[in-house]
């Protein structure tokens, strides 16, 4: 039996059906490892608001807490890691999985693998669509070299790892994903009750429906989205927007919105058991986001969902999730004509339901939870040398 160790932050809703099916794997002992389990005002700091969110995130796998403080005075973030360093002392696995480089402890959890000799794997979601600065990029070749093999999440990510000088054949496939099936059997019980749905987030019965999915915050470029919103209402007066999510541009987006009369609804924050009406009650998921949206897994849900998607050309699930005028469309970041021209011709052209079968199919076939433990059992045999 392969012990095989992953190390995240904290649980994410994204993460955990990677590891309830990983777990089952024949030949395979895993165990999760985090930092933190996060309370309610951790969790919600980017949103503005505490929550929790509203599906199991510790049921199916076996998993360990690393640290149990969740202070973030100085004194305790640093014996925070302290309490993390005495634990990996004891800590031993045949192949382990790092979650990216973002945070000390995945950094610590590396140096120590390399330390004792422990073949790791990365899954991080950085991508090649932008350039950085050179001694940024000598830091990713010197970090990127420690380990023994990459979980790919998309084009623009091995295109990453392609341009910091690893083997091509280091790079194993593991699509981002999110729970299709979950979101699928939503999906079904629900499409029926459209209009009802429409009419109690208040969005008109007739019109074509946009959707903005996630925090108020400047990297996801709402602001742009209203714009152009501002332009397309002078030549289609048969189109709406519904805002879902909170953070720190709510006040200003309503601002604008009432200044210029715009039909806009804005829904608030809603958690993974209610987000599938939002996405019922839509036509076309709009993403306006800067380099910072290194995937955006709304789109996997919305596509899913069976809409498509337009999406900046920054965002990092662009080159992976958008065939242009088939399941989506690309608009130049910052491009606020650009991005109202694509969404009047979405809308004009009335293409949202075949372009949405198209994202669907497209989620199903190549970015499943499957499709990641099936790269993930690839890698982790690469590494450990069992044919």
Known sequence: MMKLAIFATHPIQYQVPWFRILGKQKGIDLTVYYELLPDAHRQGQDFGIPFQW??????????????????????????????????????????????????????????????????????????????????IRCLHRILLARFDAFLSVGKANRDFYLQNGIDSHKI????????????????????????RIRSEMKVPLETICFLYVGKLI?????????????????TESDVYLSVVGTGELMKQARQLVIKYNLPVTFAGFLNQSEIINAYVASDCLILPSDYGETWGLVV?????????????????CGPDLIEDG??????????????????????SGKKCHEMGLHARKRIIAQYSIEKAVQGTIKAVKMVARIP
């Open 218 to 234: 400047k990297k996801k470029r709402l602001m742009d989205l209203l714009w152009a919103l501002k332009l397309i209402r002078e």
């Open 300 to 316: 996997n849900e919305a596509m899913v969902c069976g809409l498509p998607a337009i999406v900046s050309d920054r965002t990092g």
């Open 172 to 195: 194993i496939p593991c699509p981002h994903f999110v729970d299709n099936q979950r979101f699928l059997s939503q999906f079904d019980k629900v499409i029926d009750q459209r209009r």
């Open 54 to 135: 509203d599906i199991p995130l510790l049921d199916g796998y076996h998993w360990k807490l690393l640290s149990n403080r969740l202070s973030s005075k100085k004194i305790d973030y640093f014996y925070n890691k302290l309490e993390i360093i005495s634990k990996l002392a004891h800590f031993n696995a045949d192949v382990v999985i790092i979650t990216g480089w973002h945070d000390i402890m995945l950094w610590l959890v590396l140096f120590f693998c390399v330390w004792r000799k422990i073949p790791r794997i990365v899954r991080g979601d950085s991508n090649a669509l932008h350039k950085r600065p050179h001694y």
């Open 326 to 347: 088939v399941t989506g469309m690309v608009f130049p970041f910052g491009d606020i004509k650009a991005l109202a021209t694509k969404m009047f011709s979405m809308a």
